[in-house]
């Protein structure tokens, strides 16, 4: 294994030196079974104390506009933009300083030759994004099918990329759970989906045409890209050299009477996301805050380690990637996006405004947090697996 290798850190590191058996993890993943009763239910429940008609909310395929957004807000767009960047800007300071003060250094390693594979995928990725941007009357019954091939060509480029830096990847070291995050994925962005219902921050344009059936058939497919991409991304900045350096050793929170703090945030989190139908104008950054919320704060409770634990010793390093991964992705998601037939049109209160592509350019900061939420996924996964996964070194001393 080439030293580069050894900087990337395992995907989802255990902490500490405890080791789980199988019929451990499966506790722990019967101990999470409620979670998703509480994510689809609580926002039901919600409309029907409301006095509400579920039936809107359940058409399928969802064409109907019934939510009214409020319009665009200066008070509101400040506001945000100063939240967003007090959150993101000591992170970034941090990153530049420690590399002006710490020069990485040069790893004395071989460049592993870039596989078929990855050229495949810039090949037929090129031509699937010529395909999906321009109007060839030939190709107009498929036009509106081109965005998953885009992504599986992208997972396949992201991927060699990876192997050419550190002679292995997800595809090739780990098969079973790279196939395992397609399946896993559509069911995951079918969630979002059912949320993004109480609240329509976005709605498709050029799908009127197709069939319920097919209508989850075609769907199911780019929603099954989600994971690989974002996690494939997230492994190939964990090879490259000095990113997110200084971020291990960063701001240490330690919360006392965690569990308390936690039965704290799982209750206003519940709360919030049976409001999301009833007040979706002003709750509707919970479709992305309350699922991270409520999953990490029930591991707290039943005394698991969450994706946030390694913030204890202020290891910010896999948040801080995370979310960059997604962050990339979603630039991709969002240019494709903007010359398809069939696309996603945003209807978000208050900040519909400066568009970068369909997305207003706040929006972008609803990734941040979804890089978490397909970590924890990948988790889920992990731990469901039963397999024994542990932390490789992700250091070298210059």
Known sequence: MSELAKRIVILYPEEGNREMNKEDKRLC????????????????????FAGRSLAQYTEFPPLAR????????????IGLTLFVMAIVAPFFIRTIRWGIS???????TRAHPFPPFGYLGFIFGTAAWILAWHRFQWFTPFQQFTFTPLWICYILVINALTFRRTGQCMMTSRPGFFLSLFAASAVFWWFFEYLNRFVQNWYYIGIGDLSPFQYFIFATLPFSTVLPA??????????????GDGLEDFLHIEVKSSKTVA???????????????????????LLWISPIAIIASMQTILGQETVFSPIRKGNWQRICLLALSTLICGIFWEMWNFHSAAK??????????????EMPILGYAGYLPFGIECAIIGDIIVNSSGRDIRRRDDAKQC
Not at 71 to 76: K, T, Y
Not at 102 to 108: A, G
């Open 263 to 285: 039965w704290l945030i799982l209750a206003v989190s519940c709360a919030g996301l049976a409001g999301i139908g009833v007040w979706p104008d002003i709750l509707f950054p």
């Open 66 to 77: 019934y939510v009214e957004h409020a319009g665009f807000s200066w008070p509101v767009f």
């Open 29 to 48: 993943m019967l101990d999470l079974l409620p979670i998703p009763f509480l994510l689809i239910g609580l926002p039901l429940i919600g409309i029907k």
């Open 230 to 243: 974002v996690l494939g991304t997230f492994e190939l900045l964990q090879s490259v050299s000095g990113l």
């Open 344 to 357: 996603w049109i945003y209807a978000v209160p208050f900040v519909n405004r400066f568009h970068f592509f």
């Open 102 to 108: 710490h020069p990485s250094c040069s790893l004395p």
